[in-house]
C-alpha cells in the first residue's frame, strides 16, 4: 500500500465487496447524510445520541453511527438494524456476529470509516477547531522529531502537518486496541501500516492496517 493516499476519491459503488489483502476507506460530509439513518440505531446507540449536550454534536453522531450501519450492512448483506456491536477495552467497536475488521472515526463535520481484508484497521480524521500549541502537544506526544519539524513550518503549514500527524498516531493505535501512552504502541514489531489519506488542507486523516495491503481504494459517500 503507497505510503499516501492523493486524490483517490471516487463515488462509492452500490454493492461493495473487499477482495483479498484490500482496504476500503469511506469518508462522508455528515450534514450531507440522509437523517432518516439515524432511525436504524439500536435503543442503546440512540440513548447515547440523547446525552450529548451540544444537540449539532448528537444529531452529527447519530447520522455517523446510522451510515456506519448503513455500510457494514452492505458489506455483509445483512439488514443494518439487525448488527449488534461489542466494545473492546479502549472502545473501539466489532461486531457481535461478524469478524469482519472496520474502524470509524469523526471529527466536526466530517467522518471516515474503514473495511479491512488486511487484517486489523484503524482510522482517524482531525479537523482544525481551535488553535492549540502543535509544537508541545507534539513533542509531549509524537516525538522530539516530531515536533521540531512542525517548529521550521509556518503557522499554517505547521497546523496542517500537525493534523496528519496526530491523524496517523490515533489511526495506528486504533488499529493495536490500544490507548493513548500505552506501552503496545511502540513495540516496534507491532506496528501497522499507516497510510495518510488526502482531505485538503483544513483536515488530517490516516488509516493503519495490521497487515501490508495489497490495495487501498477511497470511496466518497452517497454511494
Not at 456506519?68 to 455483509?76: P, Q, S, T
Not at 509524537?142 to 496526530?166: D, H
Amino acid at each position: 500500500m503507497p505510503a499516501s493516499a492523493k486524490d483517490v476519491w471516487a463515488r462509492g459503488p452500490q454493492h461493495p465487496e473487499l477482495a483479498a489483502g484490500v482496504v476500503h476507506v469511506w469518508r462522508a460530509e455528515l450534514t450531507s447524510v440522509a437523517p432518516d439513518l439515524g432511525d436504524l440505531l439500536s435503543e442503546e446507540e440512540r440513548a447515547r445520541a440523547e446525552r450529548i449536550l451540544n444537540k449539532q454534536e448528537g444529531e452529527l453522531w447519530r447520522r455517523s453511527r446510522g451510515l456506519l450501519r448503513e455500510l457494514l450492512g452492505r458489506y455483509l448483506q445483512l439488514e443494518p438494524a439487525s448488527l449488534r456491536f461489542i466494545v473492546g477495552e479502549h472502545g473501539k467497536p466489532e461486531l457481535a456476529q461478524n469478524r469482519l475488521p472496520f474502524n470509524m472515526s469523526h471529527s466536526g463535520e466530517f467522518a471516515l470509516y474503514a473495511f479491512s481484508d488486511a487484517g486489523a484497521v484503524g482510522v482517524d480524521v482531525e479537523v482544525a477547531r481551535r488553535p492549540v500549541d502543535e509544537v508541545a502537544i507534539a513533542a509531549r506526544m509524537l516525538g522530539e522529531g516530531v515536533a521540531q519539524r512542525l517548529q521550521a513550518l509556518n503557522p499554517a503549514t505547521r497546523r496542517r502537518e500537525f493534523l496528519r500527524a496526530w491523524a496517523s498516531h490515533e489511526a495506528e493505535l486504533k488499529c493495536l486496541g490500544v490507548g493513548i501512552g500505552e506501552p503496545g504502541a511502540a513495540t516496534v514489531g507491532n506496528r501497522p501500516c499507516v497510510v495518510e489519506l488526502e482531505l485538503g488542507s483544513s483536515a488530517g486523516g490516516a488509516v493503519a492496517t495490521e497487515r501490508q495491503a495489497r490495495e487501498l481504494r477511497c470511496w466518497d459517500w452517497p454511494a
